[in-house]
C-alpha cells in the first residue's frame, strides 16, 4: 500500500490485508513472518473460543507524513502491533487488559491508534484476539484528519451524554415528585445505557480507570446488567406482560433476572482467574441481550396489536423501533455487519430520540391511569418546596442581619488601625515592630469576621446523615443566629436545662432551623401583641424516656381552634401581611417526616408553649 497517495489515507484498507488465522494461538513474530497469508479471512462462526489472527500489510512511506493507523471496535480483546523491515522487528506495541500500562499508541479516547512515523517500505503485522466473530474494519488517516475525526467524535459525544444527563434527571425530578415505580425502573436503565456507552467509547478507561483495566471490565459487567434488569422491569410494567403475555413474560424475567447476571457474575470471577476468558464471558452475555431483545420485542408487537388507543400505539411502535435498532447493534457486534463507528451513532441518536418521546408518553400513561392522585401528589409536593424556599429566605434574611451586626465592631477596628498606622507614618515614628503589631491586629479582625461569616453560613449547608447531638447546643446556637433580633426588641430569655447531657439524634442543622422558625413566631407574637414584659424561656427535659426542648412565650396564646390547625399551611393569627403559618408547617414536616419526632403545640400560662419530642 503506498502512503504517498494522499487517497489512501481516508479509505478501508481491508483490500490490502492478507490474513492468517492462528490456530495454536501460541505463534509468535518470529513465527508468523515467513509464513503465507491468504487474501481471505477464515472466519468460523460456530467457534466458542477465542480467536487470533494475524494481519500483514505492506506499506510504502517515502515522505514525511504522519499518519494514524486506526482500529475501531472495543470488543476486540488485544492489538499487538510490529513494524517489520528486512525481516527484522523494528518497533512494536502492545495492548489489551492483561497489560497492567497503556501502551504509548493509545491516543485520546480510541481504544486502538497507532502511528505510523516509520519512513521507507516496511510491513505491519497486527496480532489481532477477539473472542466475536468479525475482524475490525482498519483505516490509516493523516494525523491531521485523525485528529479531526476524534475532535468530531468528542463534539458529538459530549453532546450527547450532556443530553441523556438532562434526561435522568428529568425523569428523576418526575420519579422524586411522584413516586411512580416504572420511573425507577426507567433511570436504572438510562444510567446503565450512560454507563455502558461511557465504556464502549473508551472514556471509562483513558478518563478514570487508565491503570485499572480490570476494574473497568467489571463495571462494564454492572451497567450491563443493570441495563437488562430495567429494560424489562420498565417493558413488563409499560406494556402489563405479566396479565397479557404470561409465557413471554416469564421466559423474560428469569433470563434477565437469572442467565444475564449468572453470566456476567461468571465473567467477574473469570476475571480474576484468567483474564482471557473475561472476553468470552461478553460473547455469551451478548447472545442473552439478543434473546432478550426479541422478546421484548415481541412483547410490544403484541400490545401495539392489542391496543386501539392510539396514544398507546404510538408509545408501543417507538419501542418497538429503538429495540429493533438495538437489536441490530447487538448483532453488528457480533458479526460486523456495517461500520461499528456508523452503527454507533446511529443507536445514539435513536437513545436520545427514544428518551425524549418515552419520558413524554409515559407521564402521559401515567395520567391516564392514575390522573387524579399524581396530581396531587405532584401539587403537594411543589407547595412543601415552595414553603422549604419562603423558610429558608425568611432565615437567611435573619441571618444577614446579624453577620452584618456582628461586622460592624471589627470593620470600625480596622479603619481605627490603618488611620493610625497613617498617622503613626506621617510623624516618622513607624518602627518595624510597630507595624508588625497592627498588622496582626487587623489580621485578627478579618480572621474574626471570616469565622462569623462560616459559623453563620454553615447553617444552611445540606445535612444527609444523622448524628447525635446536645439540646442545649442547638438552644444556644439558635439564640447566637438571632441574637440581634433579640436585642433589637428587647425581648429576654432563659434556659432551664435540667442536663447539659440530654441528646438526641437526627439532623442537626434542621433542628435548629426548626428553633429558629418557632423562635421567630414567639417574637412576632410578642411584638404583635406590645407585651410589656417580653420574654421567651427555654427548658429541656427528659418527658416519657425522650429528650424534650419547649419553648414558651408569654405572647397571649394561640386563638386559632383547634389548635393543632397551626401547623396547617397559610393557617395564622397574624396580619394578612405578614408571612405567616408556612414555617410553622414546614417546621412540623422536618421534625416529623424527616428525624420521626413529635413537634406539639398548646396554650400555656399567658402565652404558648411549643415542644420537640424525641
Known sequence: MDLNNTKSYVENIQ??????????KINTIDDVINRDFDDKKHINITNFSKNVYWLKLDIKNNEKRKNILY?????????????????????SYKTGAKYKNNTKAFMKY???????????????????????????????????????????????????????????????????????????????????????????????????????????????????????ISV??????????????????????????????????????????NEDLIYLSQKYLLFCAIFVLILIISISVKFYKRKKELIPQIYSF??????????FFALNVMFGIIDTNIMTKILKFNILLEIIAMSLFIAYRLKDSKEKNLRLKIENKEQELFILRQTRLASFGEVINSIAHEWKQPLHRINMLSLDLETTYNKNGLTKEYLYNQLNEIEMQTK?????????????????????????????????????????????????????NIKTVGYKKEYIQCIIILINNAIDAILNQEV??????????????????????????????????????NVSTKASNTNSGVGLFIAKKIIEDNMNKKLTCENYGDGAKFCIIG
Open 532 to 569: 410589656s414584659n417580653k420574654y421567651i424561656y427555654f427548658k429541656i427535659d427528659i418527658y416519657e424516656d425522650r429528650p424534650r426542648l419547649s419553648i414558651i412565650d408569654n405572647a397571649g396564646g394561640i386563638k386559632v381552634e383547634p389548635i393543632d390547625k397551626i401547623f396547617e399551611p
Open 232 to 273: 424489562t422491569k420498565f417493558s413488563t410494567l409499560l406494556f402489563q406482560s405479566r396479565r397479557k403475555t404470561f409465557f413471554l413474560h416469564n421466559i423474560l424475567i428469569k433470563t434477565s433476572f437469572i442467565v444475564i447476571p449468572s453470566f456476567a457474575l461468571i465473567g467477574i470471577i473469570l476475571s480474576f482467574i
Open 448 to 500: 474574626y469576621m471570616n469565622d462569623t461569616v462560616n459559623q453563620f453560613m454553615d447553617y444552611f449547608s445540606p445535612q444527609k446523615i444523622k448524628e447525635e447531638f446536645n439540646l442545649i447546643d442547638c438552644v444556644n446556637e439558635s439564640i447566637n443566629l438571632l441574637s440581634i433580633k433579640f436585642s433589637k426588641n428587647l425581648i429576654n430569655y432563659k434556659i432551664d436545662c435540667a442536663d447539659e
Open 318 to 327: 417507538i419501542w418497538i423501533i429503538f429495540m429493533a435498532i438495538s437489536l
Open 15 to 24: 483490500s490490502y490485508i492478507k490474513y492468517y488465522k492462528d490456530n495454536t
Open 71 to 91: 482500529i475501531d471496535n472495543f470488543l476486540i480483546d488485544q492489538v499487538d502491533l510490529f513494524f517489520i523491515k528486512n525481516n527484522k522487528v523494528i518497533k
Open 110 to 228: 480510541s481504544k486502538f491508534a497507532f502511528p505510523l512515523n516509520i519512513k521507507d517500505n516496511f510491513s505491519i503485522y497486527l496480532r489481532i484476539e477477539s473472542s466475536f466473530f468479525s475482524l475490525p474494519s482498519i483505516k490509516i488517516l493523516s494525523n491531521k484528519l485523525f485528529i479531526k475525526k476524534q475532535n468530531y467524535n468528542n463534539m458529538f459525544n459530549t453532546a450527547f451524554y450532556f443530553s441523556l444527563i438532562l434526561m435522568f434527571f428529568y425523569n428523576l425530578c418526575i420519579f422524586i415528585v411522584s413516586r411512580i415505580r416504572i420511573y425507577k425502573f426507567y433511570l436504572g436503565y438510562i444510567l446503565g445505557i450512560f454507563g455502558f456507552l461511557f465504556f464502549y467509547d473508551g472514556y471509562l478507561n483513558t478518563l478514570f480507570l487508565k491503570n485499572y483495566p480490570m476494574i473497568s471490565e467489571i463495571l462494564f459487567y454492572l451497567f450491563f446488567v443493570l441495563i437488562f
